[in-house]
């Protein structure tokens, strides 16, 4: 795809869950199909479906965390859209996005770890962990630091 082509393609709408701990620290997953990048739970806004109950339904789905065990604590009030590196666009979601636009929620989980299930649904991630917001904006993948670090200082965890 060339540079034009991809830049008329529109944003997948996406929800995404900062979900923390009582200490204040991020759960973060590593990817299956990336080791060594590390993620918040997100996925994409089905049609007809409100931004904070996709979040909900991705965190359940990534974490096996259901939405009873969590408190909302904020919400971003506008979307946040970053773009893909252009070699990845024909290979992510059948080349039809150009990356995503993101709603962002804080979510806060007392519950314990052992109620994490990675496969809960379709396995998305290796292993998981709890880390601070730098540690977070560290192990991300290079594309999407900066809306982490938009993220993660509106939800006052930088």
């Known amino acids: 795809m060339t ?15 900062c979900l923390t701990n009582p200490q204040g620290l991020v759960w973060v997953g590593e990817r299956l199909d990336r080791p060594g990048a590390w993620q918040m739970p997100q996925g994409g806004i089905d049609a007809g479906e409100v931004p904070e109950h ?42 039809r996005f150009r990356g995503q636009s993101q709603h962002w929620f804080h979510f806060r989980y007392d519950g314990p770890d052992a109620a994490v299930d990675l496969d809960a649904h379709q396995r998305e991630f290796s292993r998981w962990c709890w880390m601070s917001g730098p540690e977070v904006l560290a192990s991300i993948v290079p594309f999407k630091r900066d809306i982490y670090a938009d993220v993660l200082g509106r939800f006052g965890l930088l």
Do not use: K, N
């Open 3 to 17: 540079p034009d082509e991809i830049a008329a393609l529109p944003y997948r709408p996406c929800a995404g869950v």
């Open 54 to 95: 996709a979040a909900l339904r991705e965190l359940r789905e990534e974490t096996g965390i259901v939405p009873e065990a969590v408190e909302r604590l904020d919400s971003m009030q506008e979307p946040l859209p970053y773009d893909l590196p252009h070699d990845l666009v024909p290979r992510m979601w059948q080349g």
